[in-house]
């Protein structure tokens, strides 16, 4: 059974930092896009980042620069790193695996940040 665990949510003030990690019972993990996406409050669900099998990480103009997104194929993991985080970051954040190739699409049970001002 695929998992996606998602870990590292909870609180922080304005300015402050959180990790997020996603750890991912995948095999051939590197053939999967990996992503964070996030749904805020009465809002759709965002893309935050997204790495493609291994590749440069595109981020959203939201959280450009103020995000990074790694990736480690050896242990099968994603980490999502905020800093200078702000109010309108607030969301449920949920880790995202996606395979063209295989024909698979896994999401984590989503792990809450809230950014206090």
């Known amino acids: 059974q695929v998992q996606l665990v998602e870990s590292g949510g909870g609180l922080a003030h304005l300015g402050g930092s959180l990790r997020l990690s996603c750890e991912a019972s995948?095999?051939?993990?590197?053939?999967?896009?990996m992503a964070w996406y996030r749904q805020g409050p009465g809002k759709e669900r965002e893309l935050v980042a997204i790495?493609?099998?291994?590749?440069?990480?595109d981020y959203s103009e939201s959280v450009e620069g103020r995000f990074t997104m790694s990736r480690d194929n050896t242990k099968k993991t994603v980490s999502l790193q905020m800093n200078s985080l702000r109010p309108e970051d607030t969301a449920v954040y949920y880790c995202?695996?996606?395979?063209?190739?295989?024909?698979?699409?896994?999401w984590g049970q989503g792990t809450q940040v809230t950014v206090s001002s």
């Open positions: 995948l095999s051939e993990f590197s053939l999967y896009n």
């Open positions: 995202n695996a996606r395979s063209p190739i295989i024909g698979a699409d896994y």
């Open positions: 790495n493609v099998r291994g590749g440069p990480t």
